[in-house]
């Protein structure tokens, strides 16, 4: 159970590594913390805590937890809000039913998810359910927009002791593919509301109207987005492309993100399962329906379907025979990319095969040249242009590349395409409408069954807060600065229009520049290349995207990135970077009890988190902790303190050991406190002279495998016995 109270820093409960490792630092956080009157505190964001809390008339008294999702997302609007945020699951549909179903194992009487709800009771479950999968976390916390950028202590670390990046040769075969047309960048349509309005959404069809969604309510000022994708032209494209593969003799990969656009890209992703089956599919489609197949659940599912009909798997076979060779997640255990939705993440996926040189993972366990499958072309235009870069000027060298900040539009749910409740798949031939309460047809498309329509929407006053958010970024650093924005594409169009005068009004024109994102990635690379720097103000898609793009050509890793949402209401949201290599860490730390999770991305929000409770409630010592934090952080990456990948080496409990000890070392030797010098000394001293025990106690708890409880829902006891297994140093941090 997460705490009742409101402390006065908020520390996420989450999933999978990043949870883990928090059972190691939390401990030692509140432990410092508590010498500078300071509470840290946990709320519970978790996928298992999310499903526990949706279901209370289902559980047991003591099974019960409080929605601490909906109680952040109140507190996040209040001034005194200060929240360290880990990453969380954004669960596909796979990883939502085996989380229901480890629940179910551990007593918790929760309902099966409902593939096809046909009674109301399911349909009300199944609905319940919906509202879990996703980014269903982001757009709750986010109220401010986001400014991500690598601590200076990272980036001198990596320039320093640079990472090994892959060739790139000018004759590489790798490429990207997208759709030309019938995607939801060409069919996209936009206006701004001059005044406040409601919406409904509806489908008129030979059979009547039906309403899609109603009682969407805007304030005045803000855009409305409405577009769709053509199934007929989607189904073409993935046939094409996969022959296209075959012939130039590469791998076919597909790169959505199935989880944060929970409803469009899994969609998607049925639509290229169905592709790559298609023979199976023509002849065995009833079949397999009526064994509950949905081919937006993936492979794997699929094939543990079938497995039972000779048949149906004999063709599956042929047809596999027949396609060219795909892009591998694990080429060892035979898990494909089309085998989970969840499993490939474009702005985790693209930005490794770029830094690969290219080159992704086939099933014969070699490297290869790849077709990088990208059906929607609103920004599949990034990922063309850096390859085309790359095969151009070779591979970016991290020992003398400049850095690419952020600025990124997200408060309020803005722009979030595919993740929300006004995004459908048509289920009949006509017209769906967007009408306001007057009678205003905002926006309207002829559609076909089959399509995928969605609308989005940005509210002016974030958009405003953005602006001037990237207006104050580039005047305290002298960067380059440069709006990642199309102005052929409606939406676009319609945030230029409002940015301009903005800029105009403060008198800094001269100081930015509008770029359409294909152009906008030359330009990054360019000026990165030469060692300068730059500043990408993108909208909400594009944060996430280039979030991990730059970092991982530039420090090899997302995770170490400092991202600070300075929330509009006055508070601090403070996250710790991206969790998409979180699961491959946890069956690491179950099959040998080594944790490789780096944890710096937490070292770096937890300085900032302390520094802004010192400027929020004057509390001077937090500050001191906060700066002595930035001189742990700087001690663990020039003593290379971080964790291995193997094991038998130093991992993240380790590195949770040394930052505890130059944490307090620093407190120690700092003048500003003399009161937090004296509490600190001894403890410093505990934890240098218990080195060798320490060390030794954290080594000789690997090698074997690690039981935790569960996966998605742990045991707390089981965990903390796996993350805290040195006694000595549980003795010194209490």
Avoid at 343 to 366: E, F, N
Avoid at 520 to 538: F, M, P, Y
Wanted: hydrophobic share 40%; net charge negative.
């Amino acid at each position: 159970m997460s705490d009742t109270s409101t402390p006065d820093i908020i520390y996420t409960k989450v999933d999978e590594a990043p949870e883990l490792a928090s059972a190691s630092l939390l401990p030692i956080i509140q432990s410092f913390a508590s010498a500078a009157g300071v509470t840290v505190g946990t709320k519970d964001i978790s996928l298992a805590g999310r499903i526990i809390a949706t279901f209370p008339e289902a559980l047991t008294a003591e099974q019960r937890q409080s929605d601490d999702l909906a109680e952040l997302g109140e507190l996040v609007k209040k001034p005194d809000a200060n929240v360290i945020k880990l990453p969380n699951i954004s669960a596909s549909v796979p990883q939502l039913v085996a989380a229901v179903k480890e629940l179910q194992s551990q007593g918790y009487a929760l309902p099966d998810y409902p593939e096809s709800p046909s009674t109301d009771e399911e349909k009300a479950v199944r609905a319940k359910y919906d509202s879990i999968k996703g980014s269903a976390v982001n757009p709750v916390l986010r109220e401010g927009n986001s400014d991500r950028r690598a601590a200076a202590a990272v980036k001198k670390f990596a320039q320093s002791n640079p990472h090994r990046m892959g060739e790139w040769s000018s004759d590489s075969k790798t490429r990207v593919a997208a759709m030309t047309g019938d995607d939801f960048y060409s069919n996209e349509v936009s206006a701004t509301l001059d005044k406040a309005a409601t919406a409904k959404i509806v489908l008129e069809t030979a059979d009547g109207e039906t309403v899609l969604k109603e009682g969407v309510s805007y304030p005045a000022g803000t855009v409305v987005d409405a577009t769709y994708m053509s199934a007929k032209a989607l189904d073409a494209f993935l046939a094409e492309e996969i022959e296209k593969t075959k012939a130039e003799g590469t791998l076919f990969s597909l790169h959505m993100k199935a989880t944060m656009m929970k409803v469009s890209d899994p969609i998607i992703f049925g639509h290229a399962v169905k592709a790559w089956l298609a023979p199976v599919f023509e002849k065995y489609g009833d079949k397999m329906a009526a064994l509950g197949v949905n081919p937006a659940s993936g492979m794997g599912d699929l094939l543990a379907r079938v497995k039972d009909d000779p048949e149906i798997t004999k063709a599956i076979a042929d047809c596999r025979e027949q396609r060219p060779p795909m892009y591998m997640v694990d080429s060892d255990r035979g898990i494909t990319n089309l085998h989970v939705p969840s499993d490939v993440i474009i702005d985790a996926s693209m930005p490794a095969l770029i830094r690969a040189g290219g080159k992704g993972w086939g099933p014969d366990g070699k490297e290869s040249d790849t077709n990088c499958v990208i059906p929607d072309s609103s920004y599949a235009p990034v990922y063309d242009a850096t390859i085309e870069f790359f095969k151009a000027n070779g591979k970016l060298n991290p020992a003398t590349a400049g850095t690419v900040q952020n600025i990124g539009l997200m408060a309020q749910k803005a722009e979030e395409y595919g993740s929300h409740p006004t995004t459908f798949e048509i289920p009949a031939d006509g017209t769906v409408k967007m009408i306001l309460d007057d009678g205003t047809v905002l926006h309207s498309h002829t559609v076909e069954a089959g399509d995928i329509w969605r609308s989005a929407s940005a509210r002016k006053a974030p958009i405003e807060d953005w602006v001037n958010l990237a207006i104050e970024r580039q005047k305290a650093t002298g960067y380059r600065a440069i709006f990642w924005l199309d102005a052929s594409r409606a939406h676009d169009a319609e945030l230029i229009a409002m940015v301009k005068p903005i800029l105009e009004a403060k008198g800094v024109t001269d100081k930015f520049e509008i770029m359409a994102p294909r152009e906008a990635t030359i330009a990054s690379l360019e000026t990165i290349t030469k060692g300068e720097n730059t500043i990408a103000i993108t909208g909400n898609v594009l944060r996430d995207y280039l979030t991990d793009l730059f970092p991982i050509l530039e420090l090899a890793t997302s995770a170490k990135m400092l991202s600070i949402v300075k929330l509009m209401q006055g508070g601090g949201l403070f996250e710790t970077g991206a969790g998409g290599s979180a699961p491959k860490h946890v069956q690491q730390l179950q099959s040998e009890n080594h944790l490789r999770w780096d944890s710096l991305g937490e070292f770096c929000a937890l300085g900032e988190s302390f520094k802004f409770l010192a400027d929020q409630k004057g509390n001077e010592k937090a500050r001191v902790l906060g700066e002595a934090v930035d001189t742990a952080t700087q001690g663990i990456l020039d003593n290379d303190r971080s964790p291995s990948r193997k094991v038998g080496e130093p991992d993240n409990r380790d590195s949770h050991y040394w930052f505890a000890r130059y944490w307090a070392e620093a407190l120690a030797a700092q003048s500003d406190d003399a009161e937090l010098a004296s509490h600190f000394a001894p403890i410093a001293k505990a934890l240098a002279d218990g080195e060798a025990d320490i060390v030794a106690e954290l080594a000789a708890a690997q090698g074997s495998p690690a039981d935790t409880g569960g996966y998605y829902h742990n045991d707390p006891e089981k965990v903390a016995a796996v993350m805290r297994p040195s006694p000595t140093l549980n003795a010194i941090i209490g």
